[in-house]
């Protein structure tokens, strides 16, 4: 397993470009059930999960190209031998989850593992499948797999009790073939969903108010392949800016979604850094005393709970104290005991992270526990006094391309090494 090991203390400066958003890319493959024909997908970074799902739409019988130039993927799904998501690949990554609605649209059944437990936290599907059930279809749950029939599933109004991004995802490929208007009340608005929406209607779909709490999806009978290029990954660029802003640093985020980063732009500014939009991407100057500030992780377009960890690595060497809550998932700071072990004094108590800012962190052998905390304790890493090695980085490929060249590129001392 490789780990990653950085000299803390660098300033990072320069440029560096914002890679596809995972989160985009993963609901667009699985939208490439829905077609016969060769559906291309651009702009898609090299990540863990990706190859993950490609696995999986293997499984179930798609070809795919992955052609020049770089980053396009293509996918053509004449048929699927059987419909079925298994354990093995569910259970290393949630979204796979994804393929059930595109599955019984198009094909009528589907046996999808329940994706069980996550580090952060339980993530159910109980909204996913109460949907498809409110759409007709016949639903059974056995041996931890969710089973799914449909002959034809027929509009509905469904109202998701609770925010969810792929739950939201997952009912929209499904009603695009279904008898009928379906309504999707209290949806999700990120802009992932917004890209999904835009490219099933390029293939044919009618959707409408995707970005918004209610989106209206009208049944239609046939679908085409589309050729979408996929949005920049927010979350990257938002760790990057943070990266910017903690190491005292100057870095242009080219590529950058600005407009998707309203509430992180906004309490960057409120830490004392500067975000400028220049023309080809945002400017992160940091500022120094960092200033503490108080988040509340919450959906979109709220701070984002994907960005939870990264801010809290800044708040650590802060000049004050700084409160973060996190509403989205119930297990998301286990980061924090590998911050501790660098010298962070942080408590947590339920949902809320006190963070007293000391004066520096000092390098450690440290854990990454999933995705986002992994690139918590690598920012951590970057300001630290001396040398910090991160294993399991596996975490880490699932969600950030090539991190570890991007960084050093910005003047970082950063390797990645074979544990
Ligand atoms: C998406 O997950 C992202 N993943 C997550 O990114 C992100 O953290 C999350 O949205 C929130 O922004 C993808 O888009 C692939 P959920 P999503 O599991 O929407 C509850 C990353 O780092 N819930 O639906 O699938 C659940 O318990 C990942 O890239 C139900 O109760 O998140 C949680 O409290 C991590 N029942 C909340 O909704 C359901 O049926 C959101 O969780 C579904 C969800």
């Not at 925010?163 to 802009?191: K, Q, R, S, Y």
Request: hydrophobic residues 40%; glycine residues 8%.
């Amino acid at each position: 397993m490789d780990k990653i090991v950085i000299q803390g203390g660098n300033r990072l400066v320069g440029e560096v470009t914002v890679s596809g958003a995972k989160n985009a890319v993963l609901p667009l493959m699985a939208a490439s059930l829905l077609v016969d024909g060769w559906n291309t997908i651009t702009n898609v970074p090299k990540l863990r999960d990706i190859e993950t799902f490609k696995i999986l739409l293997n499984h179930l019988g798609s070809e795919i190209a992955s052609d020049s130039p770089e980053g396009t993927l293509k996918i053509r799904t004449k048929d699927v031998a059987s419909p079925e998501a298994p354990y093995e690949l569910v259970k290393t990554m949630r979204a796979a989850v994804l393929v059930l609605g595109p599955l019984v649209s198009r094909f009528k059944r589907a046996r999808v593992s329940l994706p069980g437990g996550c580090a952060i936290g339980a993530r159910p599907i109980d909204l996913h499948i109460k949907g498809l059930r409110q759409m007709g279809a016949d639903i059974a749950i056995e041996s931890g797999y969710v089973e799914v029939k449909a002959n034809k599933l027929k509009g509905a109004k469904i109202y998701m009790d609770t925010i969810t991004v792929t739950g939201t995802e997952n009912l929209m490929l499904a009603a695009v073939h279904a008898d009928g208007m379906t309504t999707l009340e209290n949806a999700a608005l990120e802009p992932e969903v917004v890209c999904l929406a835009d490219a099933l209607n390029q293939m044919g779909a009618h959707i409408s108010g995707a970005g918004t709490d209610t989106i209206r999806i009208e049944g239609v009978k046939e679908l085409r392949p589309v050729n979408v290029r996929v949005i920049p990954d927010r979350i990257e660029a938002g760790t990057f800016m943070v990266a910017s802003a903690m190491t005292r640093g100057n870095v242009l985020i080219k590529d950058c979604p600005y407009n998707y980063l309203d509430s992180l732009n906004q309490k960057l500014k409120e830490t004392g850094a500067e975000v400028n939009q220049e023309e080809n991407g945002v400017r992160v100057i940091g500022d120094w005393p960092i200033r503490s500030i108080d988040v509340k992780t919450i959906p979109y377009p709220g701070f984002p709970t994907d960005m939870q960890a990264q801010i809290m690595s800044m708040m650590t060497i802060a000049s004050g104290l700084s409160v973060i809550t996190e509403t989205v998932f119930e297990n998301r700071f286990m980061h924090v005991s590998e911050l501790k072990r660098m010298g962070a004094d942080i408590t947590v108590d339920g949902r809320c992270a006190v963070v007293r800012g000391v004066k520096r962190l000092s390098g450690a052998p440290l854990m990454a526990t999933d995705l986002r905390a992994s690139a918590s304790l690598i920012l951590a890493g970057l300001v630290a006094e001396g040398k910090t090695e991160v294993s399991r980085i596996y975490h880490l490929d699932r969600g950030y391309e090539n991190i570890e060249k991007k960084l050093k590129a910005l003047g970082a001392k950063i390797e990645r090494t074979k544990e």
